[in-house]
């Protein structure tokens, strides 16, 4: 119902509260129970609903950290991480430490494409791999490093992980609340 009391006049948006949702969609405005849009008083909506580049921010800094790790040298590199040279034999071809980095940046990239579709999902992936390549690269030029198929194998097995984990139904309602949008599916 319109403010001037004509029933028959388009509803005010600002009586949506009042608006059921079949007669919301016919009639343009939003529903009882909808999301309202972000005020710009509402700070706690406004910081679990940033957009563009904000939202890249935590990967661009995990992939700083990934850069600055990947330029210690080799023997700096092995006192860091003892834990990881206690594997068992038959993990041999697994990085712990390459694992972990790359799903926890895949969690941050997928973060910051800030949809829950299908696409962002292989597109995390790919982001996480292509930049694996380039820091296999990197490596190349650090003195007692190098550049190794198999790191870029559990570089992508752990975006891929983290995809999967995001995936899961009480997982992914959990982390797209966290991120601000609602989950598909």
Not at 38 to 64: F, K, N
Request: hydrophobic fraction near 45%.
């Amino acid at each position: 119902m319109s403010r001037s009391g004509d029933v028959s006049a388009r509803p005010d948006p600002a009586d949506a509260a009042a608006v059921p949702a079949a007669d919301a969609a016919k009639n343009g405005v939003q529903a009882a129970g909808d999301a309202a849009p972000v005020q710009a008083g509402d700070a706690a909506a406004a910081g679990r609903r940033r957009s563009g580049p904000l939202r890249w921010l935590p990967a661009a800094i995990w992939m700083g950290g990934i850069f600055w790790m990947s330029s210690r040298t080799g023997s700096e590199i092995d006192g860091l991480f003892p834990f990881a040279e206690r594997l068992p034999d038959w993990m041999g071809g697994l990085d712990f430490g390459h694992v972990v980095a790359y799903y926890i940046l895949g969690l941050l990239v997928l973060f910051g494409f800030g949809k829950p579709s299908p696409s962002a999902k292989w597109l995390t992936v790919a982001v996480c791999t292509l930049y694996g390549a380039t820091d296999e690269f990197h490596q190349l030029f650090v003195d007692g490093r190098s550049a190794e198929w198999h790191d870029l194998a559990n570089d992508s097995a752990g975006a891929c992980l983290a995809v999967l984990t995001v995936s899961l139904p009480p997982v992914r309602r959990r982390f797209w609340a966290c991120a601000g949008k609602r989950p598909m599916g």
